[in-house]
Nanobody
């Protein structure tokens, strides 16, 4: 079992920055792909960014150039640095872990573990 706990969400003005953290506990971490998803009110969950066990990263087009995903395997933590935030970035951000091999990182339904989410609100 792997437990994931997100933190770092909050209220920020447009153009501001936030850094989300996802702390993992339990069996394994360094060998797992990790990803961030978000869900805005009334909308479906969407992929934001992901990082493989080897450090390969991928992002949604909507956040490319503004968000950075990284991981610290010693701390069992994955980060999402969000810069130049926009009101449309508002939503609950979820951390996800453990993806079957050769599965696209955007496939939310394929992740084995999820955190409880952290709210990000960007004011215009």
């Amino acid at each position: 079992q792997v437990q994931l706990v997100e933190s770092g969400g909050g209220l920020v003005q447009a153009g501001g920055s936030l850094r989300l953290s996802c702390a993992a506990s339990g069996r394994t971490f360094s060998g797992d792909a990790m990803a961030w998803f978000r869900q805005a009110p009334g909308k479906e969950r969407e992929f934001v960014a992901g990082i493989t066990w080897s450090g390969i990263t991928t992002w949604a087009d909507s956040v490319k150039g503004r968000f950075t995903v990284s991981r610290d395997d010693a701390k069992k933590t994955v980060y999402l640095q969000m810069n130049n935030l926009k009101p449309e970035d508002t939503g609950v951000y979820y951390c996800a872990a453990r993806l079957p091999p050769r599965t696209p990182m955007s496939r939310g339904d394929e992740y084995a573990y999820w955190g409880q989410g952290t709210q990000v609100t960007v004011l215009s």
